[in-house]
């Protein structure tokens, strides 16, 4: 042990003390004899500065999280990551939370987030692109998503339901919420990301039965050991920042590549679709994604419409008017 102690620079006593730190933190460290410490678990935590090293390119942050803040609980991620963004926190700070107790979804709706079964988190952005070219956002964030999921869930296919949910096995992992602001700090887009990564099916509320899924579920459900959060986060960020330097991008493997992924991966295409607008559904063929990564959606008086926000859903083609 005094070895081990003599390489990391301390004395056995610090040693031994710093180890015990360790396991107070709930990291499992077992002594092996002549050999020295292993070990043999990590505690079910996010934790700011493991994340930071995982992620570090070479020493460096990656852009998209230069800061990294994990709160025991909080209301909104996107809430406290809004107000930071105001303070005048530059780019690259992302807010975790082990629970939200004000989750929110898009239009209004409540997100289930339940302490340590997910991975509750969002992205503060000042991306250098024209307002009307923000909109990028949303195909990016699904695309850096899906990816970072099809790595940890090898042999998994990740599709997204435009806007920029994405699916596991027909069924609901991720919701991306993304709120854009400008002050006195400049303008910025606060990108939250909703991830079930641990919930078995009892865990879900009963109205996101049969529609909501994690991660463990579409591995294998309760028969998989339960998946490294902090593994799953680091994925989807480092997926995410290799894409952000594409959105800007005109050319090649540019902003045009990524929606021509996103539009593979879409599960609306060749759909029938109701569209709820402002004022009423409408009704068309989901048929592919514009440019700019809106949807295009041809009706059945064969117009086609382009269509930029709102919800899409699936819709029954026998029950059209
Ligand atoms: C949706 O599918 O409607 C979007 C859900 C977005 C949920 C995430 S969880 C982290 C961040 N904080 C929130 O309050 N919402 C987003």
Redesign the pocket.
């Given at each position: 042990m005094s070895e081990l102690a003599t390489q990391a620079g301390l004395t056995p006593d610090e040693l031994e003390a710093r180890i015990a730190i360790l396991r107070g933190a709930g990291y499992e460290i077992e002594l092996v004899p002549h050999l020295g410490y292993r070990m043999s678990g990590v505690p079910d935590r996010l934790i700011a500065d493991d994340l930071s090293g995982l992620l570090s390119r070479n020493g460096a942050p990656l852009k998209i999280a230069r800061e990294i803040l994990v709160f025991e609980e909080t209301g909104?991620?996107?809430?406290v990551a809004a107000r930071l963004a105001r303070a005048g926190t530059p780019e690259g700070l992302v807010v975790f939370a082990e629970r939200?107790t004000?989750?929110?979804?898009?239009?209004g709706?409540r997100?289930d987030?339940a302490a340590r079964k997910g991975l509750?988190?969002?992205l503060l952005l000042r991306p250098a692109l024209s307002m009307a070219g923000w909109s990028r956002l949303t195909t990016w964030a699904a695309l850096g998503v899906a990816r970072g999921l099809e790595e940890v869930l090898p042999g998994c296919r990740a599709a997204i339901k435009w806007p920029n949910?994405v699916y596991l096995s027909g069924r609901?992992a991720v919701?991306?919420?993304i709120e854009s602001a400008a002050d006195s700090s400049g303008n910025f887009a606060i990108v939250?990301?909703?991830v079930n990564v641990n919930q078995t099916a009892a865990d879900f509320p009963e109205e996101l039965a049969g529609r909501a899924t994690s991660l463990r579920l579409a591995a294998g459900g309760e028969e998989v050991p339960p998946l490294d959060r902090q593994e799953v986060a680091t994925a989807l960020l480092r997926h995410l920042d290799t894409l952000y330097d594409r959105l800007d991008e005109e050319e090649g493997d540019g902003f045009s590549s990524l929606v021509a992924e996103a539009e593979t991966r879409s599960c609306l295409l060749g759909q029938w679709v109701e569209i709820a607008g402002p004022a009423e559904a409408f009704h068309g063929i989901a048929e592919g994604l514009e440019p700019d990564g809106s949807l295009r959606v041809r009706r059945e008086d064969g117009t086609a419409v382009r269509i930029s926000g709102g919800e899409v859903t699936v819709a029954n083609w026998q029950n059209r008017a």
């Open positions: 909104s991620t996107n809430d939200q004000a989750g929110r979804g898009r239009l709706r997100w987030s509750w988190f969002s949910d609901k919701g991306i919420l939250g990301i909703g």
